[in-house]
């Protein structure tokens, strides 16, 4: 009732409102991630280095952001992430991650 008498037409919040979350669940991290496999990865990279992208962006270091809109991983995330895989003994791995995460980002 206050929405109507401030002049704001609940219902069409209320539809907004539900496009916003029909739009972020498209466009989550996973969703991203298999898009850009199906779309980038599988048409123009080699099978092992499309086993090192679907490692980075499907494995278990980016599994917490899978549900995720892609727009709220932040820098933060990533540097995490990274740092999570360098603290296993991996420096390389973590540098090549950081370099298909900028990919995937870009």
Same mark, same amino acid.
């Given at each position: 009732? +206050? &929405?109507? #008498? ?12 539900? &496009?916003?979350?029909?739009? #972020? ?8 991630? =298999? #898009? ?17 992208? @679907? ?11 899978? +549900? @995720? ?9 990533? =540097?995490?992430? =990274?740092? /999570?895989?360098?603290? @296993? +003994?991996?420096? +390389?791995?973590?540098?090549? /991650?950081?370099?298909?995460? @900028?990919?995937?980002?870009?």
């Amino acid at each position: 009732m +206050g &929405l109507a #008498e401030a002049g704001q037409d609940p219902r069409q919040m209320r539809t907004e409102a539900r &496009l916003r979350q029909e739009e #972020e669940r498209r466009n989550t991290f996973g969703t991203c991630a =298999l #898009e850009f496999m199906e779309k980038h990865a599988a048409r123009r990279l080699r099978l092992s280095t499309r086993r090192e992208y @679907r490692r980075i962006l499907t494995g278990p270091d980016t599994n917490d952001w899978r +549900g @995720r809109p892609i727009s709220q991983i932040t820098k933060r995330d990533v =540097l995490d992430v =990274l740092d /999570a895989i360098d603290r @296993r +003994g991996s420096p +390389g791995a973590a540098k090549r /991650a950081l370099v298909y995460l @900028r990919k995937f980002f870009n």
